[in-house]
């Protein structure tokens, strides 16, 4: 379903595994930039009413995906600590087609939005089925569950405002340099991309 052309190397559950502590620090900024991205969306184009309509929902869900982490961290005596900047996105954003329509351009950032919860789900199912920890199992199976919904929500927002073929097209482009983005990165355990 999510159509990720390259999927992580499972050596990342044994690696993140032993830094748990990071990993859950960065998934917490990680649902807070995931928030933060829909609200600027919102900001950036307040003329589409379906994106507003769409992407609302979604900003709470977040936060509170945000506050769940929260919460995991607090249970297990870590503190949240600074946040770092996520290789990953930055390097998607660097790849973001400049210029065309108002409507291409939010394509790109919905696309961007697209690629991350696709990762971020594959990564909460990688940890849902082979981590040690039970409770961290249950806790990302929930999770991986509302980030393929998101994904979802970011491609058919793409269709609502682009051509289909358009859409198809410049996807499968994405997929593919998604791929690459994550063939040149290291493997890194305390990153959740």
């Given at each position: 379903?999510?159509?990720?052309?390259?999927?992580?190397d499972?050596?990342w559950?044994?690696?993140?595994?032993?830094?748990?502590?990071?990993?859950?620090v960065?998934h917490?900024y990680?649902?807070?930039?995931?928030?933060?991205?829909?609200?600027s969306?919102?900001?950036?184009?307040?003329?589409k009413?379906?994106?507003?309509?769409v992407?609302?929902?979604v900003?709470?869900?977040?936060?509170?995906?945000?506050?769940?982490v929260i919460?995991?961290l607090?249970?297990r005596?870590?503190?949240?600590?600074?946040?770092?900047?996520?290789?990953?996105v930055?390097?998607?954003?660097k790849r973001?087609?400049?210029?065309?329509?108002?409507?291409?351009?939010?394509?790109?950032?919905?696309?961007?939005?697209?690629?991350?919860e696709?990762?971020?789900?594959?990564?909460?199912?990688?940890l849902?089925?082979?981590?040690?920890d039970?409770k961290?199992?249950d806790?990302?199976r929930?999770?991986?569950?509302?980030?393929?919904?998101?994904?979802?929500n970011?491609?058919?927002?793409?269709?609502?405002?682009?051509p289909?073929?358009?859409v198809?097209?410049?996807?499968?482009?994405?997929?593919?340099?998604e791929a690459?983005?994550?063939?040149r990165?290291?493997?890194?355990?305390d990153?959740?991309?």
């Amino acid at each position: 379903m999510l159509g990720l052309k390259l999927p992580t190397d499972p050596r990342w559950v044994r690696i993140a595994e032993k830094s748990i502590e990071e990993i859950l620090v960065d998934h917490a900024y990680c649902e807070q930039k995931a928030a933060s991205s829909c609200i600027s969306l919102i900001i950036h184009y307040p003329e589409k009413e379906k994106l507003r309509e769409v992407l609302m929902p979604v900003v709470t869900e977040e936060w509170g995906h945000f506050r769940m982490v929260i919460r995991e961290l607090e249970k297990r005596g870590y503190s949240l600590g600074r946040q770092r900047n996520d290789e990953y996105v930055v390097e998607l954003r660097k790849r973001m087609r400049k210029g065309g329509t108002i409507d291409q351009q939010l394509g790109e950032h919905l696309f961007v939005n697209a690629l991350v919860e696709a990762r971020s789900c594959e990564r909460f199912r990688l940890l849902s089925e082979e981590i040690s920890d039970e409770k961290l199992r249950d806790f990302y199976r929930d999770l991986m569950v509302s980030e393929a919904n998101h994904y979802v929500n970011f491609i058919d927002l793409a269709k609502e405002y682009l051509p289909a073929d358009y859409v198809k097209v410049r996807w499968q482009e994405w997929l593919a340099i998604e791929a690459d983005i994550i063939a040149r990165m290291d493997i890194r355990g305390d990153r959740m991309h």
